[in-house]
């Protein structure tokens, strides 16, 4: 296959991604004192950064690899909000779907880092499901992106309340309606809700803790088999896409395939599964062959996990990667 070609094809790509959004800020610093005033370090901070996170940050790896990604969420009205709106802006993302409510914070995820390494952890937000009314107007925005226009949908769940169960149903149908592909990254609380969905991503943590079994993945391949395929009975969908961490990635439509990862030196896997979304959606809706669709995937995946704190895909990197393994 030419690899080239199927890489051409992510620019002329619309994707809707759906989920909850935030903000991923870091504070870099240097750790030489503990402090006086209690059993803890001092961070002599030097660098402040913020970027695109969550779901949002699916966009932006789809927006690295060519592809016009429209974020749909729902955020608080507030200044974390606005300072969201405008890292997509300057990211050149479409924010036609955000809706900012006044009944809800904006979620920001704060890193305290020290010499690559986190520290602390600070979170802001409200995970309370959206209201009736907060959910009407995301559909409504929905439908008005879905007539200009869009080649797949992508539900990316961070269990922060904006995929409610009868907001998965809505899109699910009206996917069905205009022949969208949909591909998901599912969260637990709403595992069996994607029914009759494309393509179902969820890593095997999660694939164990939706289907509530415990196995052995490397002791018993039979076990996690099961697993799937019981998990495509439930679910009806197409495609099945496990990722495996260390082991590398399992895919299957009507045969199962695994393939292995790639020795890396990893340094951080926070958002690797976006990554792997995002570039397993843009070659299935650019034709790519199943097994094609799982290696690209793979690679990507592990290639972000190199870099520390979460990344996005560099498109030229990802293909000279793609062409010397595969």
Same mark, same amino acid.
């Given at each position: 296959?030419?690899?080239?070609?199927?890489?051409?094809?992510?620019?002329?790509?619309?994707?809707?991604?759906?989920?909850? !959004?935030?903000?991923?800020?870091?504070?870099?610093?240097? !750790?030489?004192?503990?402090?006086?005033?209690? $059993?803890?370090? !001092?961070?002599?901070?030097?660098?402040?950064?913020?970027?695109?996170?969550?779901?949002?940050?699916?966009?932006?790896?789809?927006?690295?690899?060519?592809?016009?990604?429209?974020?749909?969420?729902?955020?608080?009205?507030?200044?974390?909000?606005?300072?969201?709106?405008?890292?997509?802006?300057?990211?050149?993302? /479409?924010?036609?779907?955000?809706?900012?409510?006044?009944?809800?914070?904006?979620?920001?995820?704060?890193? !305290?880092?020290?010499?690559?390494?986190?520290?602390?952890?600070?979170? /802001?937000?409200?995970?309370?499901?959206?209201?009736?009314?907060?959910?009407?107007?995301?559909?409504?925005?929905?439908?008005?992106?879905?007539?200009?226009?869009?080649? +797949?949908?992508?539900?990316?769940?961070?269990?922060?309340?904006?995929?409610?169960?009868?907001?998965?149903?809505?899109?699910?149908?009206?996917?069905?309606?205009?022949?969208?592909?949909?591909?998901?990254?599912?969260?637990?609380?709403?595992?069996?809700?994607?029914?009759?969905?494309?393509?179902?991503?969820?890593?095997?943590?999660?694939?164990?803790? +939706?289907?509530?079994?415990?196995?052995?993945?490397?002791?018993?391949?039979?076990?996690?088999?099961?697993?799937?395929?019981?998990?495509?009975?439930?679910?009806?969908?197409?495609? /099945?896409?496990?990722?495996?961490?260390?082991?590398?990635?399992?895919?299957?439509?009507?045969? $199962?395939?695994?393939?292995?990862?790639?020795?890396?030196?990893?340094?951080?896997?926070?958002?690797?599964?976006?990554?792997?979304?995002?570039?397993?959606?843009?070659?299935?809706?650019?034709?790519?062959?199943?097994?094609?669709?799982?290696?690209?995937?793979?690679?990507?995946?592990?290639?972000?996990?190199?870099?520390?704190?979460?990344?996005?895909?560099?498109?030229?990197?990802?293909?000279?990667?793609?062409?010397?393994?595969?």
């Amino acid at each position: 296959m030419n690899f080239q070609d199927l890489f051409d094809q992510f620019s002329k790509k619309r994707v809707l991604v759906i989920g909850d !959004v935030m903000v991923d800020a870091y504070l870099k610093g240097k !750790v030489n004192r503990m402090s006086p005033e209690a $059993p803890v370090p !001092v961070v002599d901070l030097f660098e402040k950064d913020e970027r695109i996170g969550g779901a949002g940050n699916v966009a932006f790896n789809l927006a690295a690899l060519g592809a016009s990604p429209i974020i749909c969420s729902v955020i608080g009205a507030d200044l974390e909000g606005e300072r969201l709106i405008q890292l997509f802006k300057d990211a050149s993302i /479409s924010t036609d779907g955000i809706y900012a409510s006044s009944n809800r914070r904006t979620t920001v995820k704060t890193r !305290v880092l020290s010499n690559n390494q986190q520290l602390l952890r600070i979170d /802001s937000e409200d995970t309370n499901l959206i209201n009736a009314a907060e959910e009407a107007q995301l559909i409504k925005q929905i439908i008005s992106v879905l007539e200009n226009g869009i080649d +797949g949908i992508i539900f990316e769940d961070y269990n922060k309340g904006v995929l409610t169960p009868s907001l998965i149903a809505s899109v699910l149908s009206l996917a069905k309606e205009h022949q969208i592909p949909t591909t998901v990254d599912p969260k637990k609380d709403h595992f069996f809700e994607y029914k009759g969905c494309t393509l179902f991503k969820p890593n095997l943590k999660e694939l164990k803790e +939706g289907l509530q079994l415990d196995f052995d993945f490397v002791a018993d391949h039979d076990a996690f088999l099961s697993a799937v395929n019981d998990l495509q009975c439930r679910l009806g969908n197409s495609i /099945s896409f496990i990722t495996l961490s260390e082991h590398g990635v399992f895919i299957q439509e009507d045969q $199962p395939i695994f393939i292995p990862a790639h020795l890396r030196n990893i340094a951080d896997v926070s958002g690797a599964g976006d990554t792997v979304i995002a570039v397993a959606t843009l070659c299935l809706i650019s034709g790519a062959e199943i097994h094609t669709i799982a290696a690209i995937a793979n690679i990507a995946g592990g290639l972000v996990c190199e870099q520390p704190g979460v990344v996005s895909i560099e498109k030229e990197r990802l293909l000279n990667e793609v062409n010397k393994l595969l």
